[in-house]
């Protein structure tokens, strides 16, 4: 099936500081997204250099002017459709652009997963939520956690239903957390539709793709 979804690139907050690139995401509401993005972005100048792009103004967030790096661009693909996988208590380790890793916890990990093709190629695009969200925290005891941030790009959606200190708690205390992307984020690429369709077969995805879906929670140095 043949759909229109929006290709978003921006510079990529996850790279360390001796480093620098641009970022890949796509949606498939750009009105709603620059919305979000508005909301959740600290950079207004990059919101702004968003909503001159998503005018019809060519215009990058990185260091050239080269239209390839256009921020939003409008792609026809073929779609094969959505599913979604989902686990209770699951723990997952992500590593930050130095290298270092760290381990979060959700009481539920939900990811919305999508294959389409374009330009030749197959990718598996994943958008993930979850509830009861929480970071180890390595500075007490091991049944400790702290708050989660979100230290790379600002495609995400972090709720708390009331403040939660700033201090070690058991991840029970993080039980009304939620966290919402609200992008499709590339998790993988392949060369052939065997390739997407073996991988369509998985029941979770890979450890690979998730970091890759999930990196932005440690960013550069989180």
Not at 45 to 66: F, P
Not at 110 to 122: Q, S, T
Not at 128 to 153: A, F, L, V
Not at 171 to 183: D, G, I, P
Request: with cysteine; aromatic share 14%; glycine share 4%.
């Amino acid at each position: 099936m043949k759909s229109e979804i929006y290709y978003i690139q921006l510079f990529d907050n996850n790279c360390p500081s001796c480093f620098s690139g641009v970022t890949n995401v796509y949606v498939d509401d750009i009105d709603e997204f620059t919305e979000k993005f508005a909301n959740a972005e600290d950079d207004k100048d990059r919101v702004d250099r968003l909503m001159r792009s998503k005018s019809g103004e060519i215009i990058t967030d990185y260091y050239t002017d080269d239209p390839k790096l256009n921020i939003v661009q409008k792609l026809t693909v073929e779609d094969f459709g959505i599913k979604t996988v989902q686990r209770s208590g699951c723990s997952v380790v992500l590593i930050n652009g130095y290298g270092f890793d760290s381990e979060y916890y959700f009481s539920e990990l939900v990811f919305e997963i999508r294959y389409i093709k374009w330009n030749d190629k197959f990718y598996k695009l994943m958008r993930p939520h979850g509830k009861g969200c929480c970071r180890r925290d390595y500075s007490d005891d091991e049944n400790t956690w702290s708050k989660m941030y979100i230290d790379g790009n600002r495609f995400w959606i972090y709720r708390e239903d009331k403040e939660i200190p700033r201090k070690p708690l058991p991840k029970e205390a993080y039980s009304e957390v939620t966290l919402e992307c609200f992008v499709w984020q590339t998790a993988d690429l392949f060369e052939t539709e065997q390739e997407m369709k073996a991988d369509s077969s998985l029941p979770w995805p890979t450890t690979v793709q998730i970091m890759r879906a999930m990196v932005d929670l440690p960013g550069d140095a989180g």
